[in-house]
């Protein structure tokens, strides 16, 4: 067990749709990543949160947001789904900014019908 | 932009044997490194992990070295056995920068 806690497991919805996915990191934690991982693809970054502000962006998509709460927990909000958007979507968290390894969550399986 | 490249998809080895995964970077602010391992319907759990200022780093059967001047790192097994059969991430990481990932090898350790 890692310590970081994703909600919900797996998640179907239907094109055009917005879902919602909840990231707790380790206790004390405080950067958070998200990755999304589609079929037989590596972990794409998408962004990190370090203590409530966006520290870094990568490859994320306008229709997707984060953000970051006071108590450290993070959302991934994907809005105006698409069949493309179908992947595995993973949380990690880490105590500092960089130099540092990350703990996974056991991740959120998105499939969007 | 793929900045971190692991170009085996998969390699298979025989229980006992070495195992060799190889990485390579292009961004020359990355300096520090690490290796994941990853079970399906599992996260990724950290494996080991080496700066800039170190070419070797090893932790009992995993060693990872690193060659700056060619931006390249590999990951050595030794002796492999069949547990150890996962697929396996390279990162890399920079100050300013988040920690990227290649696309994972998948190591099949036969007994």
């Known amino acids: 067990d890692s310590g970081v806690t994703q909600t919900p497991k797996h998640l179907i919805t239907a094109t055009g749709q917005r879902v919602t996915l909840r990231c707790s990191p380790r206790?004390?934690?405080?950067?958070v990543y998200w990755y999304q991982q589609s079929l037989d693809q590596g972990l794409q970054f998408l962004i990190q949160?370090?203590?409530?502000?966006?520290?870094a962006k990568g490859n994320i998509l306008e229709r997707f947001s984060a953000q970051q709460f006071p108590d450290l927990h993070s959302e991934l909000n994907l809005s105006s789904l698409e069949l493309g958007d179908s992947a595995l979507y993973f949380c990690a968290s880490s105590s500092r900014a960089s130099y540092e390894k990350l703990f996974f969550g056991s991740g959120t399986q998105l499939s969007v019908l | 932009d793929q900045q971190v490249k692991q170009n085996s998809p998969s390699l298979s080895v025989q229980e006992g044997r070495i195992s060799i995964l190889n990485c390579d970077y292009t961004n020359s602010m990355f300096d520090y490194f690490l290796w994941y391992k990853k079970y399906p319907a599992e996260g990724p759990t950290f494996l080991i992990s080496?700066?800039?200022?170190?070419d070797k780093n090893e932790d009992g059967r995993f060693t990872v070295f690193l060659n700056k001047s060619a931006k390249h790192l590999s990951l050595h097994i030794v002796p492999s056995q069949p547990g150890d059969s996962a697929v396996y991430f390279c990162a890399a990481q920079s100050s300013n920068n988040d920690m990227r990932f290649g696309a994972g090898t998948r190591l099949t350790v036969k007994p």
């Open positions: 206790s004390g934690d405080l950067s």
């Open positions: 080496i700066s800039s200022i170190k």
């Open positions: 949160y370090y203590n409530g502000e966006e520290r």
